[in-house]
């Protein structure tokens, strides 16, 4: 298998303050890392591309200035949330994808729970 | 239109028997990648199984099966012996190639399953 580790898994913070997330693949290197926002009961909704040592692929309708993205090392990857407010409350889940065979696997971390006050 | 479809929002099944859990997919990428995630109640996603187009067996992992139908679209997970463990939220998911040359990856909406005692 592969590890992935998310780290904080539940962060509280005040409107205007930024949060960061760090996802980090413990057992392999990720050239290239996702970063996932789910709502309660809904699929996952891709965010951003993290590629290392490059910049990050964001999806259309993602503010790229709110939502900073570092690929700075082949096992970690960060999430910035910049300038929170209550409407960034959510659940943030990171994934790093693992080449083994031919078949590239994205494995996941354990996720964070965002709520901004 | 969907890219990868589970018909079935939600599905319950007796512990010890064996469940099937729908997906159909749509891609005009010859190779694709079509996996099986679990996110349990404290919100991780676990990899399950993967099944390459070109592969020509189907994909298994312990109690975990994959029914790919090529013709039909369809990448059926089959669990056998359910344990009440099981209990979670299922994602089907599929890699394919974009225009640009990187992968995408599409998640499904998802299958509440639940393992009645």
């Known amino acids: 298998g592969a590890v992935v580790s998310q780290h904080p898994s539940w962060v509280i913070c005040k409107s205007g303050t930024s949060v960061k997330i760090e996802c980090r693949s413990l057992?392999?290197?990720?050239?290239?890392m996702f970063w996932y926002r789910q709502f309660p009961k809904q699929s996952l909704m891709l965010m951003a591309t993290s590629n290392e040592g490059s910049k990050a692929t964001y999806e259309q309708g993602v503010e790229k200035d709110k939502f900073l993205i570092n690929h700075a090392s082949l096992t970690l990857s960060t999430l910035t949330v910049t300038s929170a407010h209550p409407e960034d409350s959510s659940f943030y889940i990171c994934s790093a994808r693992k080449t083994s065979g031919g078949a590239h696997i994205q494995y996941f971390g354990a996720g964070t729970r965002l709520s901004v006050l | 239109a969907q890219k990868i479809t589970q018909t079935q929002p939600g599905m319950f099944v007796q512990e010890k028997e064996a469940v099937t859990l729908d997906c159909t997919y749509d891609?005009?990428?010859?190779?694709?990648?079509l996996f099986w995630y679990k996110q349990p109640s404290s919100g991780e996603m676990i990899f399950l199984i993967y099944?390459?187009?070109?592969?020509?067996q189907n994909a298994t992992e312990g109690r975990y099966s994959l029914n790919f139908q090529k013709a039909r679209k369809s990448a059926n997970l089959v669990i056998s012996a359910s344990q009440l463990g099981d209990s979670a939220m299922y994602f089907c998911a599929m890699r394919e190639g974009t225009t640009s040359g990187t992968y995408k990856y599409i998640f499904g909406t998802g299958t509440r399953l639940k393992v009645l005692a």
């Open positions: 099944q390459g187009s070109y592969d020509q």
């Open positions: 891609t005009s990428d010859p190779s694709y990648g």
């Open positions: 057992d392999f290197q990720a050239t290239t």
